[in-house]
């Protein structure tokens, strides 16, 4: 049986950005997941995708000794397993691993862009990152954007040569699960019980946002539309479900202040599952700076909500703007105040937008088939 490594650098996403798919591709190929270990998330992985699982550590931040002994333990479980097809996401496991490949003599080397972070960089660091994203590239013997704007991106870029390039399906690295992401799973009782437990008033608009709270997502432009909003119409709440990262992309001390002292912000926290949330909100504010193709865009559509989103790769393939969602400017909190409004005044507009929403995934990114998809370009390798 011919044999696969997946890659990615922390656990979260091989068993969370890639659920179910290594557990999908074990009917057709002998699989192994490698990543950091997680304070033994990686077993866990392990046990829910029914694969073996090797422990690396990788770091998110660029760390030069340690990236060089993740890059000699990829090297020698490369060596040692002789998989026909190494395949990696997230930036850090891709420079790694992708280099490790090659100096391992692994045929196919496969990498998987979900978003570039280095976007945002500038002045030494951007022309650093540059030079490594070009180094992954050429390591690999073939890349695959999440989303046409993002093969787009790259090419403007020069990383690399557009027949290296390879969108799979529409777009996306797993597609959606509309069986699980369904609106009709949850009852009104249900959504009532968890807005009495977040204080939210059954007559309460929602909007919500999930996602890192950090700069680059867009948070600080949110929160500045949600205040003015939240200052004219106290029956209007803000849902913020997913964690600070305050140590890799803070936010402005205004924004973390009017997160902690606004009543009408509500935060969740961290939850693993989102799908709750989702129903009992109104809309979805997502005012990204980057993406490549995000799952929390295609995850609320599928729950029925109207999207507000930037005009960013990924979300402008996912939403289309006056269809089953809105699309603004980036880094305009002004903008995004007046959407923000308009859906909540608009109830025929919202609806429309809603209604629309959950076929716009279905038809396009069901999750087996971005599987399938998958499944042939390695068949065809």
């Not at 557990?23 to 392990?46: C, E, N």
């Not at 996401?89 to 490949?101: D, F, I, R």
């Not at 429309?352 to 499944?375: C, M, Q």
């Amino acid at each position: 049986m011919y044999k696969i490594i997946r890659v990615t650098t922390v656990p979260k996403s091989l068993g969370g950005l890639l659920q179910g798919q290594l557990k999908f591709m074990t009917q057709y190929y002998s699989v192994i997941g490698v990543s950091s270990d997680g304070d033994g998330h990686l077993d866990k992985v392990s046990k829910r995708e029914g694969v073996e699982v090797i422990p690396v550590e990788m770091t998110r931040k660029i760390t030069p000794l340690q990236d060089l002994k993740a890059v000699y333990q990829l090297y020698k479980i490369f060596k040692k397993h002789k998989p026909d097809i190494v395949h990696s996401h997230t930036p850090k496991a891709g420079t790694l691993s992708m280099l490790a490949a090659k100096l391992a003599g692994i045929p196919h080397r496969l990498h998987t862009i979900a978003g570039l972070p280095l976007l945002e960089a500038t002045g030494n660091k951007r022309k650093l990152l540059d030079v490594v994203e070009k180094i992954t590239y050429s390591c690999a013997t073939m890349i695959y954007p999440n989303s046409f704007g993002l093969e787009q991106i790259i090419i403007d870029n020069g990383y690399t040569k557009r027949n290296k390039l390879r969108v799979i399906a529409n777009g996306s690295s797993n597609g959606i699960d509309t069986s699980h992401f369904d609106p009709s799973l949850y009852s009104e009782e249900d959504n009532l019980s968890l807005r009495n437990e977040l204080k939210i008033d059954p007559e309460d608009k929602v909007v919500v946002y999930v996602g890192r709270l950090v700069k680059d997502k867009g948070i600080n432009e949110l929160i500045a539309a949600f205040k003015k909003i939240s200052q004219e119409n106290s029956k209007v709440k803000l849902l913020l479900v997913g964690i600070r990262e305050n140590h890799l992309d803070p936010l402005l001390p205004e924004t973390e202040k009017e997160i902690d002292t606004n009543k009408s912000i509500v935060f969740a926290g961290w939850q693993n599952d989102v799908r709750p949330y989702f129903s009992i909100s109104d809309i979805l504010a997502f005012p990204s700076y980057r993406e490549g193709f995000p799952n929390v865009v295609m995850q609320a559509a599928a729950m029925g909500l109207a999207s507000i989103v930037t005009d960013i790769n990924g979300c402008n393939e996912i939403i289309t703007d006056g269809l089953n969602g809105k699309i603004i400017p980036v880094k305009n909190s002004e903008i995004l105040y007046s959407s923000i409004n308009e859906l909540i005044d608009n109830k025929e507009l919202r609806d429309t937008l809603a209604s629309n929403a959950r076929d716009s995934i279905t038809s396009r990114y069901e999750r087996k088939l971005v599987w399938n998809a998958i499944l042939e370009e390695y068949r065809q390798l």
